[in-house]
């Protein structure tokens, strides 16, 4: 003799199958919210950077300008444009560079991001600016 199963509610299925389908749909949408995709940039665009910089207990003979020229070359590394020119003390901690092509969306929060984290001690770095040059 065969046991029927366990019976199911018609609402309890109906709840079960909009709680997936709400679940799905979150998952999609911190999918495309997460997703890293790049849009094309005009070869020969250029993008300009201002940060300001400090230091607090770095090693001796260590230079702000150094310190900064390092997180710039480090952080550029993860991303498709190239430094142009020096990196400009323009004195107070303010620096300002160029790089080209201009960085789409993507590339501008990761490298943002990049320059903003505490990757070498005792340096602080702020993005003042991030903005593609005109002309």
Not at 34 to 46: F, K, N, W, Y
Not at 62 to 84: N, P
């Amino acid at each position: 003799m065969k046991l029927p199963g366990p019976v199911r509610k018609p609402r309890t299925l109906v709840v079960g199958a909009m709680g997936l389908g709400l679940g799905m749909l979150a998952v999609l949408a911190l999918r495309e919210a997460t997703l890293s995709t790049h849009q094309p940039t005009a070869p020969g665009s250029r993008v300009e950077l201002v940060v300001e910089a400090s230091a607090h207990g770095e090693e001796p003979g260590q230079t702000l300008a150094e310190m900064v020229d390092a997180r710039v070359g480090i952080c550029r590394l993860e991303v498709t444009s190239d430094v142009v020119g020096p990196i400009v003390d323009e004195g107070g901690g303010r620096f300002r560079a160029v790089l080209t092509p201009a960085l789409d969306e993507t590339n501008r929060r990761q490298f943002r991001g990049c320059l903003e984290d505490w990757g070498l001690d005792h340096l602080r770095v702020d993005v003042v600016a991030l903005d593609v040059v005109r002309g």
